[in-house]
């Protein structure tokens, strides 16, 4: 089972109280709490934990990008991208990904996408997500069309990168009567392509169909397992196999010398499941952008919500899962051995965990859980 790093790139360098005023950190908290100052420090921190996560033996790094909130303040997954395609030397790069349905220009983001893949030496893996509702209040999108918009942006994309220009296009949202990039994957005929999903049955069999590794996110056992019964179906019905290669899972993680000090790190990941997911629904969920399957399957994937539960209850949930390298590891195994995957994600920085605590995670995953897990 191959582990990937992930951070969020978080700024939660601000009050909890003055957070706590607000109906949402997302879209709602005022961006005076925002600190360039402290942000242009953070962003040289992150990039450090993510080259030496790359340095430890982590099999990929992943990076992500959200709008308007403190919980992530990467705001460009491409650039992030191309920087560590530069700084990097062996991981997969993993953007999970670009949020294709609030994109304007998907000949410009095909064209970012391969020039990663090129400065990295071909390790682009390219995420392909939908995004959830606060991206599509930030970008003034139809929630309506978000399912449209993804397809079509997808399917302008592959044609970039897979057929010779110059050609025309004239779909349902998008129109360019000249598309021909000058800058194409390195990766033939083109990097690979995940799809992340907590909810919505109909990308799960869409992903099955086309053969991409897909990917829930900090979703119950028994969700992740019915999700990936959805991508079976597509796959069945294009007359695919399915391995442990086409299954991911992501989950936070953290280890450190003692059970005490990973125990303690691990309380840091409740701001993410908790202030961070806190807001009105429709920030989340606009009215129009689920269909209803899509509506009636999120109202089982989490009966209880993240930031209802307690910081036992997520780690005896395998939200969360810290312990020393030993322990870590044999946690880890146990989710391959549930859900019969071949990628696990480890969101493994989060809220105020230091850089010290991080960067001796980091070492230890690379010296003794990585190792363990070789022939898992």
């Given at each position: 089972m191959k582990l990937y790093y992930f951070s969020e790139m978080p700024h939660h360098e601000f009050p909890d109280e003055e957070g706590e005023k607000y109906p949402s950190l997302r879209l709602e908290l005022p961006n005076r709490f925002f600190s360039p100052q402290k942000a242009a420090a953070n962003y040289q921190r992150?990039?450090?934990?993510?080259?030496?996560?790359?340095?430890a033996g982590f099999d990929g790094l992943m990076i992500n990008e959200h709008h308007s909130t403190p919980s992530c303040v990467n705001v460009g997954v491409n650039m992030t991208a191309a920087i560590l395609a530069r700084t990097t030397k062996r991981g997969k790069l993993l953007l999970l990904g670009n949020i294709l349905p609030i994109e304007d220009n998907p000949v410009r983001t095909a064209e970012q996408i391969a020039m990663a893949d090129l400065i990295s030496g071909g390790r682009v893996l390219s995420g392909f997500v939908r995004g959830i509702g606060i991206e599509t209040w930030w970008?003034?999108?139809?929630?309506?069309?978000?399912?449209?918009?993804?397809?079509?942006?997808?399917?302008?994309?592959?044609k970039c990168w897979t057929e010779p220009g110059p050609f025309r296009w004239e779909g349902r949202h998008y129109h360019f009567r000249h598309v021909n990039p000058w800058c194409l994957p390195l990766q033939k005929p083109h990097p690979p392509i995940w799809i992340p999903g907590s909810a919505s049955p109909e990308t799960a069999v869409w992903a099955g169909r086309r053969g991409y590794t897909y990917v829930p996110f900090l979703v119950p056992?028994?969700?992740?397992?019915?999700?990936f019964d959805f991508y079976r179906q597509g796959a069945a019905e294009a007359g695919r196999a399915v391995t442990a290669d086409n299954l991911g899972f992501l989950?936070?993680?953290?280890?450190?010398?003692?059970?005490?000090?990973a125990v303690e790190a691990g309380r840091h990941f409740v701001w993410r499941m908790g202030p961070t997911l806190r807001g009105p629904a429709e920030y989340f969920a606009p009215v129009g952008m689920r269909s209803r399957a899509g509506a009636q399957f999120a109202l089982k994937t989490r009966p209880r919500s993240l930031a209802q539960m307690s910081y036992e209850e997520l780690l005896a949930g395998h939200f969360?899962?810290?312990?020393?390298?030993?322990?870590?590891?044999?946690?880890?195994?146990?989710?391959?051995r549930e859900l019969g995957v071949g990628h696990l994600l480890l969101e493994a920085q989060e809220s105020r965990m230091d850089h010290p605590t991080t960067m001796?995670?980091?070492?230890?995953?690379?010296?003794?859980?990585?190792?363990?897990?070789?022939?898992?």
């Open positions: 992150y990039l450090t934990e993510y080259e030496f996560a790359d340095q970008a003034n999108t139809n929630p309506v069309h978000n399912r449209e918009r993804f397809e079509e942006c997808h399917d302008l994309i592959l056992f028994d969700i992740a397992r019915e999700l989950i936070c993680a953290v280890t450190a010398d003692t059970k005490a000090k969360i899962i810290a312990g020393t390298p030993d322990e870590v590891a044999e946690r880890f195994a146990y989710v391959q001796r995670s980091i070492e230890l995953m690379g010296a003794k859980v990585i190792p363990a897990l070789a022939t898992v």
